[in-house]
């Protein structure tokens, strides 16, 4: 969603930051913003344009010298998307200047009061409010002007403020939404996502909520919104500035679906205890006496975060013997659940932003719950919340679509299930048994990639289909479940999972040949009941294409893929699903990494 760039230093600061609004497209926009500020007058001068970066970069004018500057990509919240609405707001004398991720609450409140005070508003918008009130505040330094301001908003914000009496500085501010300095040379960065700082610096500091911080070209400074100087100290950045390019690969996609042999190799690393047969995970915070006390595990996430929740509570149930679930973040939060002492509670988003998981960490932790993330992103919202959690260490994920998120967190989630496991009643044996497992998914995840040319001829086979059936049974239907989101946000063919066992409840009525269903058929021991499954579809003359560990004769194509123990199936059954998806999408010349309506991280309700 919404994303945050600014800088100041000595470079021409225009092209600096629209590279930086490249590099945060990903995470889905409609409008883009920039202010920079005259090297000489110092005065403000601002390019807005609905659409994409290019579109405001065509508007950008030959002659935008300035050394100081902040841009915004938007994703319309109030007001609909269009060139006014677009973020920099800048008050009517052209003096101050602000982007603003997050949503102000009491805006409309705001709004009427200044409104009745004589402002005359340009935009919809909510952070128009924030402008103004920074605009109007009679304090003295530029610092004080924003924490006047942000006293009277409620809700959520990353922003940062340029202002032309105080050229020689940027303020940013952070609740809720993330903000980033990017500690340069000389120069200092800011952004919503390290994505669009590690071309020029790996040093940062990432806010805490209630933190705010003046860049000026050669120091920086933090401190809370109350005025206390917290003198944080930069981090160095882990990844390189390669990591979020496209490597050779068409799209992002392709690049991180081709890279999880490597990624699964990276979760496992360091991790495992061949002493014990058991795993260390150093950030768990949960000793051998707490997690023998633990009664219920209670796994929340969104979309695909949560589909890698269902196989992680299969895991956790099956090799700790704790009763186990998951549930969509977004649901639960509203339903008032009962928060149980004796429950783990386990937040999963691959971003560590996604609001709705945030707010459920939140709420759990304000009831007195333990809370457990399991997170890509180092240092992320939901990371900093948890009690404690596990790292996916999948890398930087570009693709609106999660695919080696997916998988790294199911591994993620089979880690601690052992880990879990081995502190209650996973024997030796087992312990080694799914470690030998885990160990062998990096090679095996690498001979399923090398069916690609294979898949890619299925997918053009399967691409005329309007709608597709996805069916699983017990472990296979979060595979199935997930496989069917793939498919329809990158190609929007319409797709439905569900779980084997429930297709002559009702969904059998669909079956015809121009209805495809994808069967996952793992040699298990529910393999037989599988395959009557497939038996009553093709008495109704539906199409199969099975995901199975050997050829299955009712289906009209089997994607084999290769055995592993029975619990981590699941792991590499989703591979292929993903490599058909993206060929699918592709044989119909989707945009496949930025797809319609969709955003990488849903930091909004
Ligand atoms: C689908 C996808 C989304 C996200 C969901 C939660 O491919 O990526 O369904 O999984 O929006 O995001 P995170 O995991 O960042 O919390």
Redesign the pocket.
Known sequence: MCGIVGYIGRRDVAPLLLEGLQRLEYRGYDSAGIVVNSPKSGALKMVKAKGRVRDLEARVPKRFAGTTGIAHTRWATHGAPSDINSHPHLDPENKVAVVHNGIVDNAAELRAKLEAEGVVFASETDTEVITHLIARSQAESLEEKVREALKVIEGTYGIAVMHADFADRIVVARNGSPVILGIGEKEMLVASDVAALIAHTRQVVTLNDGEMATLKADDFRTYTTSGTTTNATPETVEWEAASYDMGGHDTYMHKEISEQPDAVDRVLRGRIDDRFNTVHLGGLNLDPREARAIRRVKIL???????AGLIGASLIEGMARIPADAEPASEFRYRNPVVDPDTLYIA???????YD?LAAVQELKRKGARVLGVV??VGSA?AREADGGVYVHAGPEVC????K??TN?VVAFALLAVHLGRIRDLSVTDGKRIIEGLRKLPAQIQEILEQEEDIKKLAAQYADAKSMMFIGRVRGYPVALEAS??LK?ISYIHAEAYPASELKHGPLALIEPSLPTVAIVPDDDLLEKNRAALEEIKARSGRILAVAHREQEKADHTIVVPKNEDELDPILMGIPLQLLAYHTALALGRDIDKPRN?????TVE
């Open positions: 996430g969104c979309g695909t975060s949560y589909h999963v988003s691959q971003s560590g932003e996604t998981v890509n992103v939901i609106v679509v999660s695919t998120c997916f967190t989101l793939k946000e969709l955003a990488k991280s849903v």
